[in-house]
């Protein structure tokens, strides 16, 4: 057991064959169909499903940058070494009722913790990362695990995918097959002619072939890098699991196919405008929003991100505008 | 048995999104297209399409051979539509502005030592690595999206490409 793991308070398993885990004033427990969260001041239920899509993408994601809300209830803010667990703190209602809770816990506990849940909660044969329609369900009593699936390393370049001693590309032979749905994407790489002594420099991928390789939904990955400049593209299949609040400017490009994205107030949940991206489509999503995207088919979707961490204290402190470009 | 058809533009063929706007300005979402900003652009103009702080997303439509190009950091592009040959340089000397971020025009063609070439197409990407000289060539007319930082080349027309 590691120094993260020793921090988890967990408790024994229930009727259901589900431990119970314990985060300052919260308690998670689940039952064959539901994850029941209480704090101080209330008591939640969300749909098993749900609750493990999200606390997937917050674990592999090491927490993201800004909110992750699980739904309208539960979430977590980013603070980058600690984190924010909240239920009803971006819920108007919630917080009119004054019936909202928000504790900070460092990274590695409350990681930790949902890591322990996560692999105890996940049943052998389902894959929270995956679409819907290529994995099991997730209902009924403990049922073995998937702990392969739910620890998955996510894919982080140091220049560019497919640079010498860089992240390699994808292949069959490497475990990654193509999509069913990208059965058509053409599979050629590039020509690349290197003089010798060069071989570290002169580099070239099919980002394209890649992604149709992806085995995993709404998962951006980092592809290429200059400076703080990040390419994360991802593929999407049916609906993003989270509701991602911003704490700066996103951009998103469509490389193919469509996405309808619902974008609302950050704070509020107030609805502000539905973004409709078709292939080639380029979008800004503002510091002050949160948004949640449906694709009815896979899709491809590069989101890029500027990784400084000086940019939430700017943001919040209106030193720099919530959106991106004054035209 | 569902046979799945990918969509992606091109210049001759793309269709562009919306915005369905509830309670906010259009503007704030900067929203354009890279096919129809590549259609509208003179060769190897490096208009931006995304701007996140010094950060900057660049369409490039290419056609024919560009001049030569440097930078001081890294860069990489990808191949949106066509074909494109990249052709790298490595100068005997330096020849690009220290300090100075995003591409930079390079007077003449650059004397140094071939590094080599990639052939770029729809959905390729490639590494354009700091302190190589690098130039384009595409036979028919094609689009590029450059991974860069804002600099002296970089075009911002934002009011002409974004809907508002």
């Known amino acids: 057991m590691s120094t993260t793991e020793t921090t988890v308070k967990s408790g024994p398993a229930n009727e259901h064959g589900y431990k119970s885990f314990e985060l300052g004033g919260f308690q998670f427990r689940r039952d064959e169909f539901f994850v029941h969260v209480t704090w101080p001041t209330g008591t939640h239920l969300i749909s098993v499903d749900v609750f493990l899509r999200a606390l997937q993408r917050d674990c592999a994601w090491n927490f993201f940058y800004g909110t992750v809300n699980f739904d309208d209830v539960i979430g977590t803010i980013n603070h980058y070494g600690n984190v924010d667990l909240f239920a009803g703190r971006f819920n108007e209602a919630y917080r009119t009722a004054e019936l909202d809770h928000l504790e900070n816990f460092p990274s590695e506990e409350i990681g930790g913790t949902f890591r322990a849940m996560l692999d105890d909660w996940t049943n052998a044969g389902f894959d929270p990362f995956a679409s819907p329609a290529e994995t099991d369900a997730p209902w009924g009593v403990k049922n073995g695990d998937n702990t392969k699936a739910v620890t998955r390393q996510r894919v982080a370049a140091n220049r560019m995918v497919g640079v010498k001693g860089d992240e390699r590309i994808r292949s069959d032979e490497s475990g990654y097959p193509i999509n069913r749905m990208f059965a058509d994407v053409p599979q050629d790489e590039p020509e690349v002619h290197v003089e010798p002594g060069y071989e570290s420099e002169i580099a070239a991928f099919n980002l394209f072939a890649y992604l149709s390789r992806s085995d995993v939904t709404w998962n951006p990955s980092v592809v290429s890098v200059v400076k703080e400049s990040l390419y994360c593209p991802t593929t999407e299949e049916y609906i993003l699991p989270i509701v991602h609040g911003n704490d700066r400017v996103e951009w998103f490009i469509q490389l193919s196919d469509f996405i309808s994205w619902d974008v609302q107030d950050r704070d509020s949940g107030s609805p502000r405008a539905k973004v409709i991206m078709k292939a080639g489509d380029v979008a800004a999503m503002p510091a002050d929003i949160r948004h949640q995207g449906y694709s009815p088919k896979r899709s491809m979707l590069l989101v890029w991100e500027n990784n400084s961490a000086d940019l939430p204290a700017l943001i919040a402190s209106g030193k720099a505008p919530t959106y991106p470009v004054n035209f | ?164």
């Open chain 2, 1 to 164: 048995m569902t046979g799945y058809k990918t969509v992606f533009g091109s210049l001759d063929s793309f269709e562009k999104g919306r915005i369905e706007i509830i309670d906010d300005d259009p503007k704030h979402y900067a929203f354009s297209n890279v096919f129809e900003v590549a259609s509208k652009s003179k060769a190897y103009e490096k208009v931006a399409v995304a701007l996140n702080q010094q950060y900057v997303l660049e369409v490039i439509r290419a056609e024919g051979e560009s001049g030569w190009y440097v930078c001081d950091h890294d860069e990489t592009v990808l191949c949106m539509d066509g074909e494109v040959r990249v052709e790298f340089v490595k100068p005997d000397e330096t020849i690009h502005k220290v300090g100075t971020d995003g591409s930079q025009s390079v007077a003449g063609v650059p004397s140094g030592n071939p590094m080599g070439n990639v052939l770029l197409r729809r959905g390729h990407q490639a590494l354009l690595p700091k302190h190589s000289a690098y130039r384009y060539s595409a036979t028919k007319t094609s689009v590029l999206l450059q991974q860069t930082i804002l600099g002296p080349l970089t075009k911002q027309r934002w009011a002409s490409i974004c809907l508002s």
